[in-house]
Nanobody
Framework: VQLQASGGGLVQAGGSLRLSCAASGRTFSNYSMGWFRQAAGREREFVSAINKSGSSTYYADSVKGRSTISRDNAKNTVYLQMNSLKPEDTAVYYC?????????????????????WGQGTLVTVSS
C-alpha cells in the first residue's frame, strides 16, 4: 500500500490550492487519514484529519476556516482544499494513514499515530 500526494506548487498569497493523496490497495475506507506539514527548519505539524467515512474532521487552528479536508472512498483519495493561503503556509505537505480506530483530535494530531506516509508535496506561498 502506498500514498501518493500531489497538487502542491507556487501560489501567491491569498490564492488557493487543492492537494490530493491517492492510496493504492483496497482498504482505504478502513482508515482515518491526516495531513501534516513541515516547513524548513521546523517540526512536522498537524494540519487536518478525517475519519473513515468522511463524516468527521479536525483542523489545526492555523488553517481552520481556510481549509477543507474531504475524501472519496470510491477513488481511494483524500483531499485538502486550502484557500486564502499565507506565506506561513509554505511547507512540504504530507498525507498519512492513521493506525488508530478511535478518531479524536488529540490522537489525530499526533503524528506517531500514523503508520503510512506519502512522499510529500511542496507548497510555496509568495508574498
Amino acid at each position: 500500500v502506498q500514498l501518493q500526494a500531489s497538487g502542491g506548487g507556487l501560489v501567491q498569497a491569498g490564492g488557493s490550492l487543492r492537494l490530493s493523496c491517492a492510496a493504492s490497495g483496497r482498504t482505504f475506507s478502513n482508515y482515518s487519514m491526516g495531513w501534516f506539514r513541515q516547513a524548513a527548519g521546523r517540526e512536522r505539524e498537524f494540519v487536518s484529519a478525517i475519519n473513515k467515512s468522511g463524516s468527521s474532521t479536525y483542523y489545526a487552528d492555523s488553517v481552520k476556516g481556510r481549509s477543507t479536508i474531504s475524501r472519496d472512498n470510491a477513488k481511494n483519495t483524500v483531499y485538502l482544499q486550502m484557500n486564502s493561503l499565507k506565506p506561513e503556509d509554505t511547507a512540504v505537505y504530507y498525507c498519512a494513514r492513521s493506525r488508530r480506530s478511535l478518531f479524536d483530535y488529540r490522537g489525530s494530531s499526533f503524528y506517531p499515530n500514523y503508520d503510512l506516509w506519502g512522499q510529500g508535496t511542496l507548497v510555496t506561498v509568495s508574498s
